[in-house]
T-cell receptor, first 113, second 114 residues
Framework: DSGVTQTPKHLITATGQRVTLRCSPR?????VYWYQQSLDQGLQFLIQ???????AKGNILERFSAQQFPDLHSELNLSSLELGDSALYFC????????????FGSGTRLTVV | GESVGLHLPTLSVQEGDNSIINCAYS??????FIWYKQESGKGPQFIID?????DKRQGQRVTVLLNKTVKHLSLQIAATQPGDSAVYFC?????????????FGQGTTLQVKP
């Protein structure tokens, strides 16, 4: 157990729908990162939050949004889902905002049908 | 056995042999590099890291080599074991980024034959 908790582990939904993925960071970690892993794109950085504030943004689609709450857990919202959004979504956490290396959760596997 | 990362995405080695996994990184300004191991159904797991002011770092059974001249990173695993079978990713942190954003390579699958 890495200490980073992601729920749900699996999610199957239809095109056009909206889903919310949840992440609880390791105790004491202030930063949360979201990554998308698909077969043809590898691990792609989506977004980072540090202590409730957005710190960095990657190639995150406008249909996707995220936030970090006062208790430091984070949610990634994916809307108007398309078949191509099917992927593994990983959350990671670290103590600082520009930390060297961080800990990943076990991911949420999203399947859009 | 040895791979060239992007060109040979699968490396197959005999148990007990040494493995070398290679990675060509993209940004000459990156200041920090990490190797992650990802087993099936799990998230990436930190193996070893190296800062750009070093060219070699050793851990338990693993060594990372950094050649900034040719933007090349390698991971050496000594006495490879079946439990080492996984996908290995290199990642880099762009120095211009005051964030924790990492850029990951495509990954190399390591298969260990008993």
């Amino acid at each position: 157990d890495s200490g980073v908790t992601q729920t749900p582990k699996h999610l199957i939904t239809a095109t056009g729908q909206r889903v919310t993925l949840r992440c609880s960071p390791r105790s004491g970690d202030l930063s949360v990162y979201w990554y998308q892993q698909s077969l043809d794109q590898g691990l792609q950085f989506l977004i980072q939050y540090y202590n409730g504030e957005e710190r960095a943004k990657g190639n995150i689609l406008e249909r996707f949004s995220a936030q970090q709450f006062p208790d430091l857990h984070s949610e990634l919202n994916l809307s108007s889902l398309e078949l191509g959004d099917s992927a593994l979504y990983f959350c990671a956490s670290s103590v600082g905002g520009s930390n060297y290396g961080y800990t990943f959760g076990s991911g949420t596997r999203l399947t859009v049908v | 056995g040895e791979s060239v990362g992007l060109h040979l995405p699968t490396l197959s080695v005999q148990e007990g042999d040494n493995s070398i996994i290679n990675c060509a990184y993209s940004n000459s300004a990156s200041d920090y590099f990490i190797w992650y191991k990802q087993e099936s159904g799990k998230g990436p797991q930190f193996i070893i890291d190296i800062r750009s002011n070093m060219d070699k770092r050793q851990g338990q059974r693993v060594t990372v080599l950094l050649n900034k001249t040719v933007k090349h990173l390698s991971l050496q695993i000594a006495a490879t074991q079946p439990g080492d079978s996984a996908v290995y990713f290199c990642a880099e942190r762009p120095i211009s980024s005051n964030t924790g954003k990492l850029i990951f390579g495509q990954g190399t699958t390591l298969q260990v034959k008993p």
